[in-house]
């Protein structure tokens, strides 16, 4: 009875101590948002955005609004300044969104990437400049092939998991990001897409390679392996070093959705002007298998 009535005390105690706690947040401008990228051998592409609220229901009306359309944009190599124009995608002959890339009436403006350059981004919208600045590194991480092995025997039969043999010159400071694309979809990055040498600086290795998904929720069972009958192509990428830090807070940052105990870690930005997102340079290499039935 005295340690039910102990118990009883306790509880009443820790109820007691309980309070409602309510807080007002704060209403912020919203930031200009950067997906920029060029690769080996074709054009930049940079998609502008403005940053959404993070507790507001995204509709799509809300989601076609927030592409940037009056920006001015260039990118600078070897002392040329090449602007870029401004064009809106359509998808079912509705718009979905808006892109700067070069303009092809201007042949003597039309930049393609190259390996071992470095290019500088230029941003001006509302009044402010945002600068950023990437390298296109040297292939470094060489693909030698790639190969498609059963399934574990847990799942379906006609479930295979794709293969990469790959050398890596000697010498640390080597990052990757891969993409797979799968029959007639696009590339797509795998879950964890973006890779240091640390573990096999200058050797040759062999290790599966995950299907790329499309990160709208938690990616279903099976996610990683292939079909046999399709057709899979491998997109092997050299970055740099922000590029790669900025893939690699990305990627933690989703994987640490939902888990209490994860640590929040800031997405690092290469882009200045307290902007967000990224300018990227990618050295580009491609496989395809045909996986038969």
Known sequence: ??????????????????????????ETDPKLVVEATIENGQPPLVILSKSLPFFDTLR???????????????????????????????????????????DSTQPNLFLRGALQQRYTLTIRWQGKEYLAQTTIPAQTRRIDSIFWRQAPPDNPLNKVALYVRATDAPGFGDYIRYYTKQNTSP???????????????????????????????QPEEGYNFFNKGDTVTLKLCNIDKATYDFWRTVEFNYASIGNPFSSPTKVLSNVSGNALGYFGGYAAQYRTLIIPR
Request: hydrophobic share 40%; charged share 15%; glycine share 8%.
């Open 60 to 102: 799509p009306s809300q989601l076609a609004t927030s592409f940037v359309n009056d920006a001015t944009v260039s990118i600078t190599h070897n002392g040329t300044a090449y602007p870029l124009k401004g064009y809106t995608s359509f998808a079912a002959g509705l718009p979905v969104g808006y892109y700067y890339t070069v």
């Open 1 to 26: 009875m005295r340690l039910f009535t102990s118990f009883l005390l306790l509880s009443m105690l820790l109820v007691g101590c309980e309070r409602d706690i309510s807080f007002t947040l704060q």
């Open 187 to 217: 590339f797509l990055p795998g879950l964890n897409s973006v890779y240091d040498d640390q573990v096999i600086d200058g050797t040759s290795y062999e290790v599966q390679v995950e299907r790329g998904i499309i990160r709208d929720g």
